[in-house]
């Protein structure tokens, strides 16, 4: 882990209580807690600057069933890794591991998303977390 560097920041009353109150429960620090949200604000800003290679995951609610999503895999797979297929609560769940050209990964999502799925893309840039 490297150098620490405090800076002031201003934020809501109420919000402050909550994280002290996720804290103390937790048992860690608000600063280990707003590092954390840090790290992933930026994952995920970084994620959208720009094209770049990157893996994640994408979990995907059915909508309905017999979407038939299998032939979309089948476009992606360049960037689909790995896949993993689950029924909660009478609603398939899928999580799809990717890995490759951002655009592409959004281009998948986004076609996740039109047929009626929730969708959720988590990038991890893996690299920057190694380093942590
Ligand atoms: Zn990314």
């Known amino acids: 882990m490297g150098r620490k560097e405090r800076f002031g920041v201003s934020i809501p009353a109420d919000l402050s209580n909550r ?5 103390n429960r937790k048992g860690v620090t608000r600063s280990r807690i707003i590092e954390e ?3 992933n604000y930026i994952t995920e800003s970084t994620h959208e600057e720009s094209p770049h290679h990157c ?4 979990v995907v609610v059915e909508g309905k069933p017999g979407l038939g999503l299998e032939t979309l895999y089948e476009d992606f797979r360049e960037v689909i ?3 993993a297929h689950q029924h909660l609560e009478g ?3 899928n999580v799809i591991f990717v890995s490759g050209a ?3 990964i959004e281009n998948l999502t986004r ?3 039109s047929c009626g799925c929730f969708t959720k893309f988590m990038p991890l840039h893996l690299g920057d977390l190694r380093r942590s």
């Open 81 to 83: 890794v790995g896949y």
């Open 102 to 104: 951002s655009q592409e």
């Open 19 to 23: 994280i002290k109150e996720i804290a």
């Open 111 to 113: 076609n996740l998303s």
């Open 55 to 58: 893996s994640g995951i994408i």
């Open 91 to 93: 609603v398939c769940v």
């Open 37 to 39: 949200v840090l790290r």
